[in-house]
């Protein structure tokens, strides 16, 4: 008695503050807006920024009873937003599932569309699992005429990229070696065949910040090397000088032009300006380095990212002791009679998923979405971002999802791509966990509360920690967290919340009420 008329006093508190403070939800007849235009955020800080996020909330005890712990669980749910007045203006939904019995155990205005930001790689992710299958691998080759007795080949060189996502420049020196180790020492030319992939490098919405030169905003050819960015590091030397270098070196494509100084006080302040000129891309490194800090680097993103990785492989075929007698890269087909000379396989599709989910790899899911692209199109001929995304929309209505439902114009969920409901994505995350084809790779793929990836700071010492595996996504004024929750076997739980118009400077206050949601899933999952 006395634990029942705990939980009756906890419940009619929650929904007294839900009613004081109001809730963030928009009334479910109100017809959805499009998401405002978003700045970009960088993936990396997804970590930094939620190491504060989630309450210190006391241990939560949920109802024995089953009809009562569901009513409860609703009104923590409730009482997590309320709890954070500063997101009163904000739109918030939330759909949470058992995915033992299907049941909807909570609905929060679960059919609104909402920007998904990165939560939008979970998509891409169950698509690419049951279209391509965990084991597909990308291939780098290398075609040319069999060398002679003096190493020559005859003719052209040519490289042909299948988008490996994960290829590096470690990757293309061992590839430069295997060809050396073929008797190859002199070649004409080098080509590259690019035609796996159209040319349009930059995925959809990525025009919507043209100036943007991150990492981050990297675009996406079918022969890319290093995520198609470069590293520029700088290093302080004595005396007032620095050194900076480019990673990989790129040869006359990139050319670097070092304006930095070293400082004995003072905090470190440099800033890098990239400007595209004809033939080339400058980048500018300007401002000072401390001297005994160690070394400072950033990554940029490349616009040519074919002749990035065609510069990067040219270096390494002449560390090797191939000689090139042209100059310039060529740009064709390889040629019917060409023989295979050399070959890199990536990792499987599994592992790329891993990194991509883990660090919300924009890179990497782009990638991905054309890949789907060129393995089911129909027709001959390079792989365009339509063919990507029709490869994702006819998985997703295949799952009860019609492409006219919802909108995902890109792999990432970068920029304004995404208008997807809290309940569309619970099915998505049935759908997957239904097929051991799909959830087994999907799940192991995302970041796990309080352990590692963009959630390795979040329920640190609460019985959440290590059962929460989820996609975080995060723009200016969107903060998201989908995936799953489990404390065993027996109840295993599919959920989806989706911040919205987030206020400036309250996307910690949005994380906050999120954390606390998982603590209440927790506490419902453990309950006898």
Not at 161 to 182: C, E, N, Q
Request: proline share 6%.
């Amino acid at each position: 008695m006395a634990l029942t008329a705990l939980v009756s006093s906890s419940i009619c508190t929650s929904l007294a503050h839900a009613q004081a403070g109001g809730s963030a939800a928009t009334p479910a007849h109100e017809a959805a807006h499009d998401p405002p235009h978003e700045a970009a955020h960088d993936p990396a800080h997804e970590d930094a920024e939620d190491e504060a996020a989630g309450s210190a909330a006391h241990r939560l005890v949920a109802p024995a009873d089953p009809r009562a712990r569901v009513v409860w669980l609703n009104a923590r749910i409730t009482a997590a937003f309320a709890a954070e007045p500063r997101l009163a203006a904000a739109r918030a939904t939330v759909s949470i599932v058992d995915l033992a019995t299907g049941a909807e155990l909570v609905s929060r205005d679960a059919d609104r569309a909402m920007s998904l930001a990165s939560t939008a790689k979970l998509l891409t992710s169950a698509a690419a699992l049951s279209v391509l299958g965990g084991g597909y691998r990308w291939r780098t080759a290398v075609y040319g005429a069999e060398p002679d007795a003096n190493g020559m080949v005859a003719g052209d060189l040519t490289v042909r990229g299948r988008g490996d996502p994960l290829l590096s420049p470690a990757d293309l020196d061992a590839l430069a070696a295997d060809v050396a180790a073929r008797g190859v020492r002199s070649v004409d030319r080098l080509v590259i065949d690019a035609g796996y992939f159209d040319d349009a490098v930059d995925p959809p919405h990525y025009a919507d910040q043209p100036g943007e030169t991150a990492y981050f905003r990297a675009p996406v050819a079918s022969f890319g090397v290093a995520r198609s960015a470069v590293g520029v590091v700088v290093v302080a030397d004595p005396g007032g000088a620095a050194s900076a270098a480019l990673d990989p070196p790129a040869g006359d494509y990139l050319k670097l032009i070092n304006k930095a100084v070293s400082v004995t006080r003072g905090h470190t302040r440099l800033v890098v300006e990239v400007k595209p000129r004809p033939d080339h891309v400058e980048l500018t490194v300007s401002g000072q380095i401390r001297w005994g800090e160690g070394s400072w680097d950033v990554r940029k993103r490349v616009a040519d990212p074919a002749r990035f990785a065609g510069e990067v492989f040219r270096r390494a075929l002449l560390a090797h002791g191939v000689k090139i007698k042209v100059r310039g890269l060529g740009y064709a087909a390889v040629p019917p009679a060409a023989r295979l000379l050399a070959a890199h396989d990536s990792p499987p599709l599994t592992e790329v998923l891993r990194t991509m989910n883990k660090l919300s790899d924009n890179y990497l899911a782009e990638s991905v979405l054309k890949t789907l692209g060129a393995e089911t199109r129909h027709t001959p001929g390079p792989a365009t971002w339509a063919d990507g995304r029709a490869a994702m929309h006819a998985y997703l209505a295949s799952i009860g999802m019609p492409e006219t439902g919802y909108r995902a114009d890109n792999g990432s969920g970068l920029f304004d791509a995404t208008e997807v409901s809290a309940r569309q994505l619970t099915t998505l995350l049935r759908a997957a966990y239904s097929d051991f084809r799909v959830g087994p790779d999907l799940i192991a793929s995302l970041p796990v509360g309080g352990i590692d990836g963009t959630l390795a700071r979040r329920w640190h010492g609460r019985a959440a920690s290590g059962r929460v595996r989820a996609k975080t996504g995060t723009l200016d004024k969107v903060t998201t967290l989908a995936g799953y929750f489990a404390i065993d076997g027996r109840h295993p739980l599919g959920f989806a919340i989706l911040v919205n118009d987030i206020p400036p400077g309250q996307r910690a206050s949005a994380r906050t009420a999120a954390d606390d949601i998982i603590d209440a899933l927790a506490a419902y999952l453990a309950s006898p």
